[in-house]
């Protein structure tokens, strides 16, 4: 049954070939068996999955038929779960139970998703590796001794590790699309607006957005139907009818145009990283798409720009945590602001430390100017090179990541080398474009990701491309060894 992807197991609920109690208990036993070695998940909610399979049951039985009615899935950590620990990956969330569900959670539930627990990530989604997490880090299925990437390196790790067929995860800079990359997953971050973020534990709050990562883009497509759509508790959630992805899967790809950026195929790219994308233009060419040499010139600012805008809006959003309302209190504070000084102190992690710090600085009277606005002005040249290039491509493509996963602790003492692997996700978050990697062959053993990128809204393009590409091709079939 771990099989199986989330249409076919729609698919079987609908059969009666088993009901979803059974497929949940399944799931939960096969957690359990072998998650101590990938440390995927923070928390698993045995009692509460299955009594939401039952219920998924008896709502079949009377007659009900959704596609995720009794589906299993699990939640990156920082989706607020009414009753459940949602840590963020972070000691100073250790304890805190959320009081309300996200509506990403309230909308996968009223589908009839069956929710298996919480999954590890990054601390509040910093990070590229998953080792940042209070809870240990993660490790990657296809070779245990490297990163799944992160943020949402447990989202990844337990769908490729076949515990869980799909999660959610969320996208500041890359944290769906480079795990999906690393781990051979397809992962898509809608356009900054079409999910929810009401109940998403805020890192950079003009860049997160949530979405799934599943084996197929079949599977992404159902999942995202049910989160994507406007939400009145989200300010920033965009009032547009939702397009029915799993429809749109089946266009034809005759005629489809491809834009190239010349800057993706620069310095740091593992050269096997870019013969596999070019083998994906091969692919993508024989059903029908045309390819074209495009430039994104302003990308080379795009890192120092990210870096400086995420970690701004961090040190704002993170000042919530005081010791006072949520999670982590230091023992004996002497005062209020010892009680501040050292819940903080002791709460937070050494990146997330670091990222507060940056953003502080850069927000600070006398150097706003310099670091905060200018980040600003180029965030907007990137998004102006996207606009003018999407006047002559419907789709960009290029590598998700420009190396395979790392070792684990490779790269721990050096931030700047771990920022800058996310060279080719970030753009799509400071311009709010939609962005999907997909598998796209192997290096050494280790999954290769190939992103695509499309104009606001088109996710329904992203989902069709990669769905074509599916049909064509088995990488996404392949399973990690011993899973
Ligand atoms: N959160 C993300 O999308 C991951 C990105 N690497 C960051 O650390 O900000």
Redesign the pocket.
Known sequence: MHQLTLAEIARSLAAKEFSAEELTRTLLARIHQLDPQLNSFISITDEPAIEQARAADARRAAGEQGALLGAPIAHKDLFCTEGVLTSCGSKILDGFKAPYDATVVARLKDAGAVSLGKLNM?EF????SNESSHYGAVKNPWALDRVPG??SGGSAAAVAARLVPAATG???????R?PAAFTNLTGIKPTYGRVSRWGMIA??SS??QGGPLARTAEDCALMLGAIAGFDPKDSTSVDQPVDDYLAGLNQPLTGLRIGLPKEYFGAGLDSRIADAVLAVVEELKKLGASVKEISLPNMQHAIPA??VI?PAEASSNLSRFDGVRFGYRCENPQNLEDLYKRSRAEGFGA?VKRRIMVGTYALSAGYYDAYYLKAQKIRRLIKNDFVSAFNDVDVILGPTTPNPAWKLGEKNNDPVA??L??IY??TA?LAGLPGLSMPAGFVDGLPVGVQLLAPYFQESRLLNVAHQYQQATDWHKQAPAGF
Request: charged share 20%; aromatic share 14%; proline share 0%.
């Open positions: 990054d989604a910093m990070g590229s992160g943020s969320t996208d500041t800079g890359g944290s769906i480079q890192y950079a860049l997160d990210y870096y995420a990146e771990q920022y692997e996310d996700t970030i978050n």
